[in-house]
């Protein structure tokens, strides 16, 4: 166990923590982001949509329901790096099939706990989104971690999604089935194709550098664009493949990355949040239905709201109501809809499961 090992926390601004390991021993760095959800980490640690960043998780105890095989949204862990309050070795969970601190071991992930995540999450909250450097490695000094902190390059205006997409197309679901689903995966969570698939859909995943040409090879019904890391400024490829699924006519239904890339290809613009929203809490109101909704959020960029009001062909449909951010959209003129957060959940909520029957209903 390496849980009492010293470990050190840098940040951008030259803030600085000392704490104790856990995991691997080593170093890693990434953007620092917080998630306020209280269970799920698991599933967190697997989102291919926080690759490049270290996580601080909220929760006060991380670790206590252990690890299961399962309960994953891709292959591999996609974090950099995990900071937390107090990490557990001990679990009480009988279907677990390891601890966390086994879990991190196997899949080389560096953690730092005994670190007061109240006062750090409160510091990134006023100073806002930026790198920082977690390390074990005690014969670096503070400014050894410094000189590589320096190295590490800004979320903005990042290509990622090509890092975490699946390198060879597959399918998933009943090959007869009518629904003909084109995936263009940019870190497709493992939940979504499965909402897909459990409402009777057919679908094909395809690389990010996939082109629509390509894609109608398989003779889709519909397409999907999926949640995914970085910036999507940065993806001018995947921005011209949206517009021509956006010219084809056919059912367009995006999450998060996808979101902000159906914006763009329709003219809006995006930019970076000062830090982000990520947790299983967030407030979100249909403002067709004028319900609100409790949701999962994981994003570090967004759609500029006041580009969306000056486009006539599109219509906000959804809003945060914590802070009047734009949540969701769709077209006037195309059957293309797509959201900010995650109505796959897995952890959180699922108050906006039915936006995948909403899609299914459209094909």
């Known amino acids: 166990?390496?849980?009492?090992?010293?470990?050190?926390?840098?940040?951008?601004?030259?803030?600085y923590f000392e704490g104790k390991a856990f995991g691997a021993l080593g170093t890693a760095t990434g953007e620092i982001c917080f998630n306020t959800g209280m269970t799920g980490y698991q599933e967190v640690f697997t989102d291919p949509?926080?690759?490049?960043?270290?996580?601080?998780?909220?929760?006060?105890?991380?670790?206590?329901?252990?690890?299961?095989?399962?309960?994953?949204?891709?292959?591999?862990?996609?974090?950099s790096g995990l900071i937390c309050k107090n990490l557990s070795s001990q679990y009480s969970r009988t279907l677990a099939d390891s601890s966390l601190e086994d879990y991190l071991l196997k899949n080389k992930v560096v953690a730092i706990h005994g670190i007061d995540t109240r006062a750090l999450v409160a510091h990134v909250r006023s100073k806002g989104a930026m790198n920082c450097i977690i390390s074990s490695d005690t014969t670096?000094?503070?400014?050894?971690?410094?000189?590589?902190?320096?190295?590490?390059?800004?979320?903005?205006?990042?290509?990622?999604?090509?890092?975490?997409?699946?390198?060879?197309?597959?399918?998933l679901g009943d090959a007869t089935s009518s629904k003909r689903v084109a995936v263009i995966d940019f870190g497709v969570k493992k939940s979504i194709l499965a909402s897909m698939v459990e409402r009777g859909a057919f679908v094909k995943v395809f690389p990010s550098d996939t082109t629509?040409?390509?894609?109608?090879?398989?003779?889709?019904?519909?397409?999907?664009?999926?949640?995914?890391?970085?910036?999507?400024?940065?993806?001018?490829?995947?921005?011209?493949?949206?517009?021509?699924?956006?010219?084809?006519?056919k059912p367009l239904f995006g999450i998060c990355l996808?979101?902000?890339?159906?914006?763009?290809?329709?003219?809006?613009?995006?930019?970076?949040m000062h830090?982000?929203?990520?947790?299983?809490?967030?407030?979100?109101?249909?403002?067709?239905?004028?319900?609100?909704?409790?949701?999962?959020?994981?994003?570090?960029?967004?759609?500029?709201?006041?580009?969306?009001?000056?486009?006539e062909d599109l219509e906000i449909t959804h809003i945060n109501l914590n802070d009047g951010t734009l949540e969701g959209i769709k077209s006037k003129?195309?059957?293309?809809?797509?959201?900010?957060?995650?109505?796959?959940?897995?952890p959180g909520p699922h108050d906006s499961r039915y936006l995948f029957d909403q899609f299914i209903a459209m094909i």
Request: with cysteine.
């Open 140 to 171: 670096l000094s503070e400014e050894d971690l410094k000189q590589l902190l320096a190295k590490v390059p800004s979320m903005d205006g990042r290509e990622l999604a090509s890092l975490v997409s699946t390198k060879e197309a597959y399918t």
């Open 49 to 79: 949509s926080y690759f490049g960043q270290i996580i601080i998780m909220n929760t006060a105890h991380v670790g206590n329901y252990g690890a299961r095989n399962t309960d994953i949204e891709s292959d591999s862990v996609k974090i």
């Open 333 to 346: 003129k195309n059957p293309a809809f797509s959201v900010q957060y995650h109505p796959e959940a897995t």
């Open 212 to 249: 629509f040409e390509h894609c109608e090879e398989f003779s889709p019904n519909a397409y999907f664009v999926s949640n995914g890391p970085g910036d999507p400024s940065a993806m001018p490829q995947a921005v011209e493949v949206v517009k021509k699924i956006l010219g084809s006519n």
């Open 275 to 311: 830090h982000g929203h990520r947790g299983l809490n967030h407030p979100v109101l249909n403002l067709q239905t004028m319900r609100s909704e409790i949701s999962t959020q994981n994003h570090g960029f967004a759609v500029d709201k006041a580009s969306v009001e000056s486009i």
């Open 258 to 272: 996808g979101h902000q890339l159906i914006a763009l290809a329709s003219g809006a613009t995006t930019y970076k």
């Open 1 to 15: 166990m390496n849980n009492q090992n010293k470990a050190f926390l840098l940040l951008a601004d030259g803030t």
